[in-house]
DNA sequence: CGCTAACTTGACCCGTTTCAACTTTCGTGG
DNA sequence: CCACGAAAGTTGAAACGGGTCAAGTTAGCG
């Protein structure tokens, strides 16, 4: 498999009306993500559509966020997936964490990070950089905006540690499976997955990178998922075959995301 | 090696001078704390000496900040070592962050999280409770107190990523050693270490469980590094024997920890 | 002065890595 | 539109890091 298409031609007519339904958010992903966390007036996601609607568009691989402009800003992916990693000596590469459409974070906190530390499109992206003030704006004129994204922050770290502790000392079926997981619910609220079924267009060189493994041995394991009729995956969609037994087996527990309804 | 002595014990006629020194902070180690992060007034520096007269002593293996009072408030570790870990199906743990002294942690956030997360001493510790009052008053008189804290939580939040990608592809030798340049760091940022060498009274289980190694492979490792001359540890004191060679053998570099002055 | 937690050691086994070749997919340029 | 090239995925064989089990030894504490 290659990496996927531009949004130019997968923009264009003739498209799968399926594949379009599953990438395509009917809603913005910023209002749904955070909808998803807290309670939020029809004016707060008024206001969160109107501040969203001017993005650009970025090829994967591209380094999100090198300038030192935008002091105090927000980035907010819209499309597309990317991943925050660190480089360490010997070449290798440790994806921390990952963005999915209606992500977002802060530029203060990432411009003090060492160099080192990418933000990476794993996907072509659409991404939407609010200014400070834009931000100051939405959080005062709506609270629950603000508590919104002090939450979606808290989460943020609790995945960190969620990630730690999988990769810590869990066998490779298990910690591939956990991330699924939790990338099918985060998908499932910004309405990007649908009958446990989701578009995942990460590399077996990504997933390697995510959860430290080799991508030899992600490439076995996912054999093994799918032998085990756990998972389906053909192209970039992947199934969950049978969600309730799959989270068990990953040892997950979706508290930790925080989401209001877990369905 | 046996846990450490109690307070009682230690504290009594008779003890070696030396060992005193490195284990009893000549200063208050929560103000040490914060002016290692960002530069404090004397009144706020006293201020915050005042507010952590009155702790409490607990031994090994409580469970610290298991009941529900104190919403909003803080917790303090003066004295000891503690830790934060995830009990995980299976029964393994996995440890999520050490608190040495001067380390605090704020209670509302640790509320919420799973009923699996659990704050336990790993050494006879003595740790203050701040009422929410107490640290709105201190943040709201001294702003750089509210600045300090901020940072800590930011270094908290690096410090697991560094963990992380330790963890997530490191061989066994530099994933120890990674953690002992933290721990030393860490340690005499407060006046704990002197000469590279510091109180390490963290039993190898511990160690496993926070670096994601059995234990048999941590006893095996730490012999390694004796024997390659790295470091020396007889009883519970680690010297660091060449600090230069150590860290860049660790692949570690202090940024994270944003200390005001690395030495 | 014995009990118990912590540490140590040896042998064997298994999950995972590495290396290297090969196949498939898809985007691009001729 | 096809062919080429590069990125992604697949496979096999061999080596190794680290795990497990089980039996020790040491060292503090009561």
Redesign the interface.
Known sequence: MRQPAGFVKSGAAGDNAQARAMTRPKANPFRRKLESLVPLSAAAGDHLEEITTIYDSHPTRANLVPREDMRGGRLVLMEGFACHY?T???G?R?I?AYLVPGDSYDLD?AL???PDHVMMALTPVRIVRLARAAVADATQDHPAIAEGLRVAG?VE??T??E???D????PALERIAHLFCELELRLRAVGLAEADRFDMPITQCDLADT??LSSVHVNRTLQELRRQRLITLSGRTLTILNRSTFQAMA?F?P??LRLRETI
Do not use: K, S
């Open positions: 660190r360490v000596a010997g290798r440790q921390i906190t003090q990070n060492r808290q770290e609790a960190v540690r990630w730690l502790v990769i810590g000392g869990r959860v430290g040892g527990r508290d930790y």
